[in-house]
């Protein structure tokens, strides 16, 4: 793995640190990108560390739903303040428009957005930005990679072979772009049956394989659990509601695994991972 980027505001707004950017991608939709993209915010919170969440998915902004909140605090300055819950930090473009609208948007205004949530936010002093991007490899992709030096990205695929097709495609989009994959999920793996059997419904070990075919780290596998899906849409994830689950349990131990890739990475040659925002 490369030399891993930590992202610093100018010197002009020196109130916004962050650490580690780290973008929650998946080649398709319907995968649970943006429920891993919660969960593991959430799981790295209750690690102790500073996480933000940025909701890059402007089309389909769904993490205010998820995370429980509705709107922004009052701004106190020439920045946006994010939204807290669950001790996460978060932007979204559902805060900005009513419920429902659609954002029929070129790509300019899509960048426009974009930028404006890394430098337009307070985000003060964080240890990790989460961003969850939008499926697919698109005009969203391009401008966050432009805008904000990413530490790294994660790949979020079901297990069977159409989804690993596109997960594919989104682990070489984080290649073209010159940014490190830390490593490949694998989301609703299976479902256990209440005498312990587990049902494979979307087959079987297919993001391990991925993950090894891309010379990746794998991060983790997620049982299928209707508490999820429950937690989400009452916005508190299960990682809050049900920390003991099983499907909880694997969240927080990818978030582990996350951190320890990032552990593992070599500095710069300064000794630190300090990197400017760029314009």
Known sequence: MSELNMINEPAQEE???????VAVASGKGGVGKSTVAVNLAVALAQKGLKIG?????????????MMGV????ETQGPKLLPAVAHGVKIISIGFLVPPGQPLIWRGPMLHGAIRQFVQDVDWGELDMLVIDLPPGTGDAQLSLAQTLPL????????????SLEDALRGLEMFRTMDVDVLGVIENMSFLEMPDGQKMDIFGEGGG???ARDAGVPFLGAIPIDPAVRQ???EGVPITIAKPDSPAARALSGIATALVETLNAAEPDESGDFEIEITD
Request: no cysteine; aromatic share 4%.
């Open 15 to 21: 109130n916004n640190r962050i650490r580690f950017a």
């Open 53 to 65: 969440l940025m909701d890059a998915d402007i089309y389909g902004p769904n993490v205010p739903t």
């Open 70 to 73: 509705t709107s922004l605090p």
């Open 151 to 162: 530490t790294g990205g994660v790949i979020v695929t079901l297990p069977q072979k159409v």
């Open 208 to 210: 391990q394989d991925l």
């Open 231 to 233: 937690g989400g849409d």
